[in-house]
């Protein structure tokens, strides 16, 4: 990254992990006017509550592929069957402005860090499988054959979590928002930050 433009934090998190609703926290602090939030494009369909422009920019597949033959994405992905994507002239002109989060699951978090080697990454950990199948079944959003694959699938995500610059456990939610506001607003030198995931966490998860 061009050391004049802002900061570009990147987090993630298995599904039902309870990162929409530390960012929702996170940017009632008075400190995040200096932080936009990317919204991504994608094929999914609306959920109850949904907005155009502020959850994410609804789009059929067929013109989501259109967008990637233009290479209009810096990254994409096919997630639960359906296509997320994160637009490049979007963030390209909010970095020269802002500090940018962006909202994404490993895969994408990958692909960033190449195009962006200077963005900070946070992966958003449960204490454990039983806490994170509890948040699935309790949002209401997922079938049961869902939550099942959900699971399956955060098994895959939690071990690449060590990729990231910086882990944080949401066993408490007060707590991880504090980390969370910790790393955003107070440093951003991961080797200053502690994390509270442990080795021991991270070997039980993925057991």
């Not at 969370?180 to 070997?203: A, G, H």
Request: glycine content about 4%; cysteine-free; charged content about 30%.
């Amino acid at each position: 990254m061009n050391e004049n433009r802002h900061k570009l934090f990147i987090i993630s998190s298995p599904s039902g992990g309870g990162k929409t609703s530390l960012i929702k926290s996170l940017f009632k602090d008075p400190r995040a006017n200096s932080l936009w939030m990317s919204i991504s494009h994608t094929t999914r369909q609306k959920r109850k509550g949904d907005l155009e422009g502020k959850d994410y920019f609804f789009i059929d597949e067929k013109v989501f592929k259109k967008k990637i033959d233009k290479g209009d994405f810096l990254e994409y992905a096919k997630v639960f069957e359906n296509y997320y994507g994160t637009d490049k002239s979007l963030i390209n002109s909010k970095l020269n402005s802002h500090n940018v989060f962006l909202e994404i699951d490993w895969q994408g978090a990958k692909n960033i860090k190449k195009i962006f080697p200077d963005s900070l990454s946070i992966f958003l950990l449960p204490p454990s499988y039983e806490d994170l199948k509890y948040r699935l079944i309790k949002r209401g959003l997922d079938s049961e054959e869902s939550i099942i694959i959900r699971l399956a699938e955060a098994k895959l995500e939690i071990s690449k979590s060590l990729d990231s610059d910086y882990l944080v456990l949401n066993d408490d939610f007060a707590r991880a928002l504090e980390e969370l506001k910790t790393i955003i607003f107070q440093r951003e030198n991961p080797d200053i930050f502690k994390s509270r995931v442990s080795s021991e966490l991270i070997d039980n998860l993925l057991a």
